[in-house]
Each structure stands twice: as structure tokens, then as C-alpha cells.
């Protein structure tokens, strides 16, 4: 499967901004009374304890993806994440499906999970994967298969991958983090296009 199908969304390369808004395309936080983020020198930066933002603008799906860069790594102990089908954020009956990457004093840990009304459930096996900075993380939601990726500078690579069927509507995307010392680049995502698999045609003329 080819990921992601969607481009960058926002570089963040823009004069700082707290919350973070570009224009009001951002709105936050995903969990209600955590805070939001801001743009630190060109970056997605905390504004406080808990983090979090997502794309306000539109919804995307039902087959979505999420992504972005983790410029600079989080505090050990502490995690980033992506989100896909979410749905009314900043409420209780938060609900979606999202991954974690936590920073341990071990090897880093992968985590995909189910959030219904704000209670996470994890769905696959945890992988263990250490995270460097400039790797890229991202989610993917076709139909009911759930599936994790990591880019760590040799392409794109699923990491996790499991079927749930809870939630299958469009929904927003957006990021969110347990602390403020990582810095967030590059994120994107939207509605998954389609990808037609390629025929190799044996003994026939062009």
C-alpha cells in the first residue's frame, strides 16, 4: 500500500503564533481542558501540558491519513501522536483512532489505539522502535483496516496494522503530545486517494 497518497499540509513556516491557527484552518485541544499549540520558530511547538490541535478547516475520509516530521524528540517518558476519523474533539465523546510513539529510557514503543469518549483502546501488538529526530510518523484509516507507518529516512514502512470497524466515517485529523520539548514539522494527511495497482502487459507491442 502506498502512503502517504496526501501532501503537507502545514510547514509551519510562518511568523510565531499562539494557539496555533493558520488562518483558523487549527483548532484545539483534542481532549477537553488540555492546551493547544503554538508556532516557535517555524515549528509546532507546546503551549503547555498536553498539547493539542487538530484540523478545524474540513474533515477528511472515511479512508484518511495523518502524518508528520518529529523534529526534535520528545522528553523520555513522554509521547507524540497522530490522529485520524476523529470525532467531536475537544468533548467528551471524544472519539478516533490514533497512535503513539513514547520516548523511553529503553527502546521507544509504538502504540495503536481505539479512543472511544476520550478512553483509549489498544488494538495490535506494541512495537518496539527507537525514535530519532527527523523521523516521520503517520496514520492511516482504509475502510476497516487501522495501520501504522514510520519513515526513518529510508521510506515509509508499516510498523502496525489492525482491523477494527468502530469508526468509519469522515472525521478530523490532528496531533497531539504528553509535554512541550518536541518540535513537530511537516504535517499532512487528508482523504486517502485510491491507488490503482500497476499490470506489467508480457508481449505487448507499444
Not at 34 to 51: I, K, S, Y
Request: overall charge negative; glycine content about 14%; proline content about 5%.
Amino acid at each position: 500500500m502506498l502512503f502517504p497518497t496526501t501532501g503537507i499540509l502545514d510547514n509551519f513556516n510562518r511568523a510565531d503564533e499562539n494557539p496555533l491557527s493558520d488562518g483558523g484552518n487549527w483548532s484545539g485541544p483534542i481532549f477537553p481542558g488540555d492546551q493547544r499549540h503554538q508556532v516557535l520558530t517555524n515549528l509546532a511547538a507546546g503551549a503547555g501540558a498536553f498539547p493539542e490541535s487538530y484540523r478545524s478547516n474540513t474533515t477528511y475520509g472515511p479512508d484518511a491519513e495523518c502524518f508528520f516530521t518529529i523534529q526534535t524528540l520528545p522528553a523520555t517518558g513522554e509521547y507524540v501522536s497522530p490522529w485520524v476519523r476523529m470525532q467531536t474533539p475537544n468533548t467528551t465523546g471524544l472519539d478516533g483512532y490514533t497512535v503513539t510513539w513514547t520516548k523511553l529510557a529503553g527502546v521507544d514503543s509504538l502504540q495503536l489505539f481505539r479512543i472511544d469518549n476520550t478512553v483509549g483502546t489498544q488494538l495490535g501488538a506494541t512495537v518496539s522502535l527507537e525514535m530519532g529526530a527527523g523521523d516521520r510518523l503517520g496514520i492511516e484509516a482504509i475502510g476497516s483496516v487501522i495501520s501504522v507507518y514510520v519513515n526513518q529516512g529510508s521510506g515509509w514502512v508499516q510498523q502496525i496494522s489492525a482491523t477494527d470497524a468502530t469508526y468509519g466515517a469522515a472525521g478530523n485529523i490532528g496531533m497531539d503530545s504528553s509535554e512541550t520539548t518536541y518540535r513537530i514539522d511537516d504535517f499532512g494527511g487528508g482523504t486517502a486517494a485510491a491507488v490503482t495497482p500497476q499490470r506489467t502487459l508480457i508481449g505487448v507491442g507499444r
